[in-house]
Nanobody, 126 residues
Framework: QVQLVESGGGLVQAGGSLRLSCAASGGTFNSYTMGWFRQAPGKEREFVAA????????LYADSVKGRFTISRDNAKNTVYLQMNSLKPEDTAVYYC???????????????????WGQGTQVTVSS
C-alpha cells in the first residue's frame, strides 16, 4: 500500500521560507512523477509543481515560478518543495501526490495522480 506523508508546514511571515517534505512508502518511488498541489479555504485544489521520475523535468504553476523549487531524493523516497518569498496568497493546505502511471512525465492535472498525502498546512501572515 502506497503512503505519502507530508511535513514541514507551519506559520511564516510574508517574505519568509518553508521547506515541505513528502515521504513515500510502498511502490517503486523512483518510477513515478511526483506533484505538489494546494487548496486554500473556499477554493478549488490547484497545481503547484511536479517533478519527473528522473528529476530532469520540472513543471511549475505560473504563480510560484521563480519562488518555489521542487526536488526529489530517490534514495530517501522523498520529494521536497522549497518555498521562498512566501506571500499571504500562498496560504493553503499543501498535498503531495504520486502520478498514476509509471515512467510518465510531469502533469499539472490532479486527475493524473492517484495517491495523495493527508496534507500539511502552510499559513503566511502579512
Amino acid at each position: 500500500q502506497v503512503q505519502l506523508v507530508e511535513s514541514g508546514g507551519g506559520l511564516v511571515q510574508a517574505g519568509g521560507s518553508l521547506r515541505l517534505s513528502c515521504a513515500a512508502s510502498g511502490g517503486t518511488f523512483n518510477s513515478y512523477t511526483m506533484g505538489w498541489f494546494r487548496q486554500a479555504p473556499g477554493k478549488e485544489r490547484e497545481f503547484v509543481a511536479a517533478i519527473g521520475w528522473t528529476a530532469g523535468i520540472t513543471l511549475y504553476a505560473d504563480s510560484v515560478k521563480g519562488r518555489f523549487t521542487i526536488s526529489r531524493d530517490n534514495a530517501k523516497n522523498t520529494v521536497y518543495l522549497q518555498m521562498n518569498s512566501l506571500k499571504p496568497e500562498d496560504t493553503a493546505v499543501y498535498y503531495c501526490a504520486r502520478r498514476a502511471v509509471t515512467l510518465a512525465g510531469a502533469s499539472s492535472r490532479d486527475s493524473s495522480y492517484d495517491y495523495w498525502g493527508q496534507g500539511t498546512q502552510v499559513t503566511v501572515s502579512s
